[in-house]
RNA sequence: AGAGAGGUGUCCGAGCGGUCGAAGGAGCACGCCUGGAAAGCGUGUAUACCCCUAAAGGGUAUCGAGGGUUCGAAUCCCUUCCUCUCUACCA
C-alpha cells in the first residue's frame, strides 16, 4: 500500500510512475486519495475535541461525586449525552473515511522505479542480458520434457490425477531425487550467499495475505482451506515476510536475509492452455525463495546481489538464460522493480520464467508495519525484496529438454554430488 | 478436544470502576560521585494519528484483539486469539 505521505509530497513522480502501469487517470486517482485523507484528519479534528471535551466532563463528574455535590453531578450527567451521541456519530464518519481510503489505495499498484519501461505486455519487456549457449536439438534428440518424463519413468501426471487432479504430479525414483537433489543444493546456495534459513507454515491467515498483497487483489489464486478460514502459500514469499509483520528492527539488524524451501499452490483458475504443458504449470510446486529487509537506501544494491545470486545458480546448473526488466505492464501488482529470469527450453524452443526478483520498497513494510530504528532514533519503514532461487519444475523441464541425448539424460556437475547419479537413463 | 489459570510498558510485576500512560523493581541513557570501575545519588526512559509549530506546547487513542455497559473501564459483561497446568488424543 502507497504511502499517503509520499503521494503527498511526490505527486508528479507517483503520477508519472502510475502511469507506466497504463492506469487511465493516476491524477484523479492519486487526488482521490490525498482528498480522502484530508477529510479524514479534518474529522479527527472534530472527534478528538469532543471527545476531550466529554473526557473533562467525566473528570468534573467524577470530582463532584467526591465531593459529595451529589446533585450537581446528576445534573453534569444529563448534559453528557448529547456530546456523547455527537461523538459517536464522528467516530463513525471517521471509520468510514479511513475505510474507504484504505479501501482505495488497496486498488493503486505501487509506483514503478524510474529504471522501469513503459510498456503494455511481455513483449514490452527489457532483455537486459543473455548467457549460456543455446544446445541445437535434433531429430529423436528433441523431446519435450512431458515425453522424456515418460520415457524415463520420472514424473507422474496421471498418478496426481488420480490422487487430487490435474497440475499435482507425482516425482517418482530418479525423477523424485532430483527435486531433492535441486532443493538442497538452491538451499546450499542461499546459505553461502548469507542467507539464514526457515521453514515456514505453509497455511497462511487472512491478515497475512493482505499484508504481503495477496489479498485481497489475488483472492481467487489461492486454496482456501474454509473450515479453518488458511490460504495454502502460493509462495514461501508469503509467511517468509510476514515474520516482520508489526517489528521495529534496530538499524543494525539490517539486512534481514532469508532463505526458505516451501512447496507452492496456486489454483491458476482460468489460465490453462496449450502453452502450458506438463512442467510448465502446475497447482503444486517446489521452490526455495530468499528475502531480504533493507534499510532504503540499500534496497537496489541488495536487488542486483539476488539478481546475481539467481544467475550465479543457472550458471552452475549449465542452463542458458537470460535477465529481464519487466516493463511497466507486466510487473507485479506491489513491485516497484522486477527482473526476471527465464532459461531456454531446447526442445520446446521457449524461454521459462523461473525467477522473479522484486524490490517493494515500502509497499509491503507498509501494511507489514515493518519497520526499523534509524541512527536518529525515527521509525522509518524498511524495504522488502523476494526472490525465486529458484522454482523447480521449469529448472527441471529445462535440464531434461537441454541435456538429453542417445545415452539418456545428463545431469549437471553441481548436482552429482546431491544425486549421486550422472545420468537418467 | 475437555477442565482450570492467565495475557499490563524493554523485562519482572502491582493495580480489579474515577485524578492510571499506568505504583514498585530491573534494565537502558545521561549527569554527579571516583585515579578508574562498582556501589550510591539524581534525571530521563512507549507507540500511532492529529492540532499548533521556529521551538515549546497540546489533543485523541492504545494495559492480547474486537465489541458492549457506564458521565467515566487496565479494572465489569460478551466475542475472539494466544500462553500455561491437568486430562484425553496423536506424527
Known amino acids: 500500500m502507497l504511502q499517503v505521505n509520499e503521494i503527498r509530497d511526490n505527486f508528479d513522480r507517483a503520477c508519472e510512475g502510475l502511469k507506466k502501469r497504463n492506469l487511465p487517470e493516476p491524477e484523479s486517482l492519486l487526488q482521490e486519495v490525498l482528498k480522502l485523507d484530508d477529510k479524514r484528519k479534518q474529522t479527527q479534528v472534530e472527534r478528538d475535541g469532543l471527545q476531550a471535551e466529554s473526557n473533562a466532563m467525566a ?14 453531578a446528576e445534573a453534569a450527567k444529563r448534559q453528557t449525552a448529547a456530546i456523547k451521541s455527537k461523538v459517536k456519530a464522528l467516530e463513525e464518519d471517521y471509520a ?42 535434433t531429430g529423436t534428440q528433441k523431446m519435450p520434457h512431458w515425453e522424456l518424463i515418460k520415457k524415463y519413468d520420472i514424473v507422474d501426471f496421471e498418478l496426481g490425477v488420480k490422487i487430487t487432479g490435474a497440475g499435482f504430479p507425482v516425482y517418482k525414483g530418479k525423477g523424485a531425487k532430483l527435486q531433492r537433489a535441486l532443493i538442497n543444493f538452491f538451499l546450499d546456495e542461499a546459505e553461502k550467499a548469507g542467507y539464514k534459513e526457515v521453514q515456514p507454515p505453509i497455511l497462511i491467515n487472512e491478515e497475512s495475505g493482505y499484508a504481503t498483497g495477496q489479498l485481497p487483489d489475488k483472492e481467487g489464486q489461492m486454496y482456501l482451506a474454509g473450515a479453518d478460514g488458511l490460504y495454502l502459500i502460493p509462495t514461501a514469499e508469503v509467511p517468509i515476510t510476514n515474520m516482520y509483520r508489526n517489528e521495529v528492527l534496530s538499524e543494525s539488524d539490517l539486512p534481514k536475509k532469508n532463505a526458505g524451501y516451501t512447496p507452492c499452490f496456486r489454483r491458476e483458475a482460468g489460465n490453462w492452455g496449450a502453452h502450458v504443458r506438463g512442467l510448465n504449470r502446475l497447482h503444486q510446486f517446489d521452490k526455495v525463495e530468499i528475502v531480504q529487509i533493507t534499510h532504503p537506501d540499500q534496497s537496489y544494491p541488495s536487488l542486483e546481489e539476488m539478481s546475481l545470486h539467481v544467475q550465479g545458480l543457472l550458471q552452475k546448473l549449465e542452463l542458458p538464460y537470460r535477465v529481464l526488466r519487466l516493463c511497466g505492464g507486466d510487473m507485479g501488482f506491489t513491485a516497484a522493480l522486477t527482473y526476471d529470469m527465464e532459461v531456454f527450453s531446447a526442445a520446446q524452443e521457449r ?50 529438454e537441454n541435456n538429453q541425448s542417445d545415452q539418456g539424460i545428463r545431469m549437471p556437475q553441481v548436482l552429482v554430488p546431491y544425486l549421486g547419479f550422472e545420468w537418467i537413463s
Open 96 to 137: 468510514t473515511c479511513e475505510e474507504s481510503l484504505i479501501r482505495l489505495l488497496y486498488t493503486i499498484p505501487n509506483v514503478p522505479h524510474p529504471s522501469v519501461p513503459a510498456g503494455k505486455s511481455a513483449e514490452d519487456n527489457e532483455v537486459v542480458l543473455q548467457k549460456g549457449t543455446i544446445p541445437a536439438l
Open 351 to 400: 524461454w521459462l520464467e523461473v525467477s522473479s526478483v522484486s524490490n517493494f520498497e515500502t509497499y509491503q513494510s507498509n501494511r507489514l508495519k515493518l519497520r526499523f530504528k534509524n541512527q536518529d532514533k525515527k521509525t522509518v519503514l524498511a524495504h522488502t525484496l523476494n526472490g525465486s532461487a529458484l522454482a523447480l519444475p521449469r529448472i527441471v523441464a529445462a535440464l531434461l
Open 59 to 72: 473528570r468534573q463528574i467524577g470530582q463532584l461525586m467526591k465531593e459529595g455535590k451529589k446533585e450537581e
